[in-house]
């Protein structure tokens, strides 16, 4: 049947559903905040009300995690971590949120498996990382909270 000999009022309406609730904190980092800021600000100016609300919800329901209130000793969000692999490989992560995390620039997110296993840990302790690929031991080098 053509659209044009369906009535007005059965016309089928948008249904937006409401994005479900967090099963765990909204943590980010300062530089994190800022970003969301931003984005809801060009979303603002752009008209696009759906991303404005979205991003307005991050907002809302982040915690800021300041590195600098942080114990320097032990793995937290934030935390710059140094490890090293069996094969004496060094690499450094920073655990950030799950929307900053850019795993190929070392950013990681806190919900990360790698991260995980890193948190509360402290310089010279050995975790191992489970990956569906093989578990891989390392050893926790160094620990920085300096952005």
């Known amino acids: 049947m053509s659209r044009a000999f369906v009535k007005e ?6 249904v ?4 479900p609730q ?3 904190p909204y943590y980010v980092t300062p530089e994190g905040y800022e ?3 931003e984005q809801l600000a060009a979303a603002q100016a752009g008209e696009d009300a759906r991303a404005a609300e979205q991003l307005q919800e991050r907002i809302d329901a982040a915690i800021v995690v300041r590195p600098e209130e942080q114990p320097v000793d032990v793995v937290r ?3 710059g971590v140094t490890v090293e692999s069996p094969d004496k490989k060094r690499t450094t ?3 950030v949120g799950e929307d900053e995390a850019e795993p190929l620039k070392g950013r990681i997110s806190w919900l990360s498996p790698l991260a995980q296993a890193l948190l509360e840990h402290r310089k010279g302790d050995r975790v191992v990382w489970q990956r ?3 578990n891989v031991p390392l050893k926790i080098v160094s620990i ?3 952005g």
Do not use: M, N, W
């Open 9 to 14: 009022d059965e016309r089928e309406t948008e």
């Open 16 to 19: 937006v559903t409401k994005r």
């Open 22 to 24: 967090r099963q765990h």
């Open 35 to 37: 970003r969301l800021g």
């Open 77 to 79: 969000f934030g935390a």
């Open 93 to 95: 992560y920073r655990i």
């Open 132 to 134: 569906p690929a093989g």
């Open 144 to 146: 920085s909270y300096s």
